[in-house]
């Protein structure tokens, strides 16, 4: 294993095909870039300064307020070289006793980006916890299969132009809505959350979790509007769930990213879309 200082190191870029991927170790290997030929998906730091790319928290909130403490989401990552892949490792957090360490990558069998999370319990007594993406892009169409269950806090949730076909729940992006900062907070089911913006399909794929499992005052899925519409995110909670000292849990994340077919309605409560979405992630129709 080659460890390099994260201070000496410029953002990884990672090609694939059409598919290009930056990750910045100076922030604690957050992803800032990810585009399909010249269609980017995340929102860049000039829209905020600090809210841009995507990123990983520990879950719930109420554990570390705001801003998110720095040595998981701020502070440099160590790079390690392990088995021809590049491994980001992140220091002790002092408000929480967590580590961070992640792995990127794209899987060739179905030209997906894959994001291995793992976290680690540094304390000396067990400790809660959840792993929580949360990405930033455009306001478009977004919507996910919800579970039978509502999640455990429907009052937290104020995200207006929210509506459900069948099983799918639909957000459909309206600036002239955005007053203040919304948010929704849902039980998903088949585990993936998608999003149509600018002509592109986004889906992210992960672990479907029951409602007993969802860290507190958390959904499975969340989406966040920002005050002045000038981004959304796409946010997906892992199991919650005990670490004893010195143990770790891991948490993995697909991406796709597709140009969307002309004959593909893109509007809400379309049939078309969330079987096309179903037939990529290979996931089949309820």
């Given at each position: 294993?080659?460890?390099f200082?994260?201070?000496?190191?410029p953002?990884d870029?990672?090609?694939?095909?059409a598919?290009t991927a930056?990750?910045d170790p100076?922030?604690?290997?957050?992803?800032?870039s990810f585009?399909y030929?010249?269609k980017?998906?995340?929102?860049?730091?000039e829209?905020?300064s600090f809210?841009?790319?995507?990123t990983l928290?520990?879950s719930?909130h109420?554990?570390w307020?705001w801003p998110?403490p720095p040595?998981l989401?701020?502070?440099?990552?160590?790079?390690?070289?392990e088995?021809h892949e590049k491994?980001?490792?992140g220091q002790?957090?002092?408000?929480?006793?967590l580590r961070?360490i992640?792995?990127f990558?794209?899987?060739p069998s179905?030209?997906?980006?894959v994001?291995?999370y793992t976290v680690?319990?540094?304390?000396d007594t067990?400790?809660?916890?959840?792993?929580?993406e949360v990405?930033r892009t455009?306001g478009?169409l977004?919507?996910?299969?919800?579970?039978?269950?509502k999640?455990?806090?429907?009052?937290?949730?104020?995200?207006?132009?929210?509506s459900?076909t069948?099983d799918?729940?639909w957000?459909?992006y309206?600036?002239?809505?955005v007053?203040?900062?919304q948010?929704?907070?849902?039980?998903?089911?088949?585990?993936?959350l998608?999003?149509?913006?600018?002509?592109?399909?986004?889906?992210?794929?992960?672990?479907d979790?029951?409602r007993e499992?969802?860290?507190p005052?958390?959904?499975?899925v969340e989406?966040?509007?920002?005050t002045?519409g000038?981004?959304i995110?796409l946010?997906n909670?892992?199991?919650?769930?005990?670490?004893?000292?010195g143990?770790?849990?891991h948490?993995r994340?697909r991406?796709?990213?597709?140009?969307?077919?002309?004959h593909?309605n893109?509007d809400p409560?379309?049939?078309?879309?969330t079987?096309w979405?179903r037939k990529?992630i290979?996931?089949?129709a309820?």
């Amino acid at each position: 294993m080659i460890l390099f200082l994260a201070l000496l190191l410029p953002p990884d870029t990672i090609h694939f095909g059409a598919y290009t991927a930056v990750i910045d170790p100076m922030k604690s290997a957050r992803v800032i870039s990810f585009s399909y030929q010249d269609k980017e998906l995340l929102t860049q730091e000039e829209v905020h300064s600090f809210n841009y790319g995507s990123t990983l928290w520990s879950s719930p909130h109420g554990e570390w307020g705001w801003p998110p403490p720095p040595h998981l989401d701020g502070q440099p990552f160590e790079v390690a070289l392990e088995e021809h892949e590049k491994v980001y490792r992140g220091q002790r957090d002092t408000v929480t006793g967590l580590r961070f360490i992640k792995r990127f990558g794209f899987d060739p069998s179905d030209t997906s980006f894959v994001a291995h999370y793992t976290v680690e319990n540094l304390n000396d007594t067990p400790r809660y916890v959840a792993l929580w993406e949360v990405t930033r892009t455009p306001g478009g169409l977004s919507y996910f299969p919800v579970g039978k269950e509502k999640a455990a806090i429907p009052s937290f949730s104020r995200l207006r132009s929210v509506s459900q076909t069948g099983d799918i729940m639909w957000y459909q992006y309206n600036r002239d809505s955005v007053h203040r900062s919304q948010k929704l907070y849902e039980n998903g089911a088949e585990g993936w959350l998608a999003h149509v913006h600018n002509g592109m399909l986004f889906v992210k794929v992960f672990e479907d979790i029951s409602r007993e499992a969802m860290p507190p005052t958390h959904g499975e899925v969340e989406i966040y509007v920002h005050t002045d519409g000038s981004y959304i995110e796409l946010e997906n909670h892992s199991r919650y769930l005990a670490l004893p000292p010195g143990g770790n849990f891991h948490y993995r994340v697909r991406w796709y990213y597709r140009p969307v077919p002309s004959h593909i309605n893109s509007d809400p409560g379309s049939q078309e879309l969330t079987t096309w979405t179903r037939k990529i992630i290979k996931k089949p129709a309820r």
